[in-house]
């Protein structure tokens, strides 16, 4: 499909989301819809892509980044006077124009649409589909079978309103056609607007070809324009996710409780209990245990990992290494092979090396930790004076004892003890044992002397 220019309509408020978020910002699971629609669109090879903004425009386009162009609609006026925004886009070649309130669209589609286009040689292709509930849809109106017309619901009368082939949003253009057809769209109908859905009318009265192409699976032009429409495209966005997984070896126990992000990658044999979100560029290896209850964002998981009840963001856990329950793993944490991460510890930003157990009730954050390290409960990176943050760096084979603080900037070299109850603020040799705690004194026969 090379030279595959796409429009995308993003400038509406959204009204009927009822929300201060512009409506194409709201998430389909981890994503926001006008991203769907901009990956399936590159997906399907689109070379070119103009996103339409308008209603709190700077908001929109610095969610969506730089990989694409933006044309600005500073007034709604409809659909049609949206596509005009994009000016000397429309050139020449073909004109895909979709929604960015259809995340569900998939690449496939696109292409076979294109491919019919081209191949029936005509001026626009729109696709509609069959809806149960038509209500909100515009109408295809045919006659002889052919392409009449569309008609908003708005301005539809009783027996077009019965029509239940309706208008997806999802059309390709001939860019001259478009051009000639923009030059006499009007905004005489009920709602006062530029309606790109007229343009269909005016190609086929100026002598064009308008084709249908009639799609089998209706869910994937879920138009969303209320909250409950959103929860009904993250139903189905699920739902497809699920299955592409299950059916690739992997274990979901409960696929209703279980959230996987479109861009996650998981390998089979890998088992996610009930309960776990799997968010943003997440990958997780084979024969991993994922759950329950687990939150887990833009991490790397390798194979053999076990993570139970517990929240890691941007992180990466190696072979077989165990985490939770009840831990955090914040950004930048690093866990090598075979380590053991136990209840409420959390890392951050810090190198954990093979073997090490950070067990339990404890802070790590900026460290660099070696081998077979053992933590004792409760201890303390004191990495943050107030102004500013230092490393703490532990050797390999080093033994913490349950409640050190150790004040960063500090070195605990290969081998050494610190006893339980230490503050830690120098350096602690190689094979030593620092203790930095006040010596036990017992006053013997203290009771009965104090009369109590
Ligand atoms: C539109 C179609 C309808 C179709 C339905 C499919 C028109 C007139 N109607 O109706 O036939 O069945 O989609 O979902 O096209 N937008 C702008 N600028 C505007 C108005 C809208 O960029 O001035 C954008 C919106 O942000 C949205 C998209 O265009 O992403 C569709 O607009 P919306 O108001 O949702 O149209 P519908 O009433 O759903
Ligand atoms: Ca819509």
Not at 293 to 311: A, D, K, L
């Amino acid at each position: 499909m090379s030279g595959l220019k796409v429009v995308i309509l993003a400038a509406g408020q959204g009204t009927r989301m009822k929300s201060k978020v512009p409506k194409v910002l709201h998430k389909v699971l981890d994503k926001t819809m006008v991203d769907y629609v901009i990956d399936a669109s590159v997906e399907a090879g689109a070379e070119d892509i103009c996103v339409i903004v308008g209603h709190q425009s700077a908001m929109v386009k610095a969610m969506i980044g730089t990989r694409v162009k933006f044309a600005l609609q500073k007034e709604q006026l409809g659909t049609g006077h949206a596509v005009m925004q994009a000016g000397d886009f429309i050139s020449d070649g073909n004109i895909l124009v979709l929604c960015g309130d259809t995340p569900l669209i998939r690449p496939e589609t696109i292409k076979e649409l294109s491919d019919m286009h081209n191949s029936g040689g005509s001026d626009v292709t729109v696709v509609s589909m069959k809806a149960d509930d038509p209500t909100g849809y515009g109408r295809i109106v045919r006659e002889n079978n052919a392409f009449a017309k569309i008609v908003e619901q708005k301005d539809a009368d009783e027996e077009q309103k019965k029509i239940n082939e309706v208008n997806t949003g999802v059309y390709i253009f001939k860019a001259d056609a478009l051009k000639a057809a923009f030059e006499k769209l009007s905004n005489n109908n009920s709602q006062g607007e530029y309606y790109l859905t007229d343009t269909l009318e005016i190609i086929k009265n100026n002598g064009g070809k308008v084709d249908i192409m009639a799609a089998e699976d209706a869910d994937e032009f879920l138009g969303v324009n209320s909250k409950l429409q959103l929860s009904q495209a993250t139903d189905i966005m699920k739902k497809r996710i699920n299955e592409y997984h299950m059916l690739n070896g992997v274990t979901i126990m409960d696929p209703e409780n279980t959230y996987i992000g479109i861009d996650v990658k998981i390998e089979p044999d890998t088992i996610i209990y009930p309960g776990c979100m799997l968010e943003g560029k997440t990958e997780i290896g084979t024969d991993c245990i994922i759950g329950p209850n687990c939150r887990i964002q833009s991490s790397i998981i390798h194979n053999g990992v076990t993570v139970q009840s517990s929240f890691l963001i941007q992180a990466e856990v190696d072979n077989y290494s165990t985490v939770g329950p009840f831990a955090y793993l914040r950004p930048n944490s690093k866990i090598g092979e075979h380590v053991r991460i136990g209840d409420f510890v959390e890392i951050k930003n810090s190198n954990i090396d093979d073997g090490t157990k950070v067990s339990h009730l404890t802070y790590v954050g900026d460290s660099d930790v070696g081998k077979c390290v053992n933590f004792g409960c409760g201890t303390v990176t004191v990495n943050y004076d107030g102004k500013n943050k230092f490393r703490c760096k532990i050797g390999n084979n080093v033994f913490i004892g349950c409640n050190s603080n150790l004040v960063a900037p500090v070195e605990i070299e290969d081998n050494a003890y610190t006893a339980a109850g230490s503050t830690i603020t120098k350096n602690v040799p190689e094979g030593s044992l620092a203790i930095a705690r006040s010596r036990q004194d017992n006053k013997e026969g203290w009771r009965n002397r104090s009369g109590k």
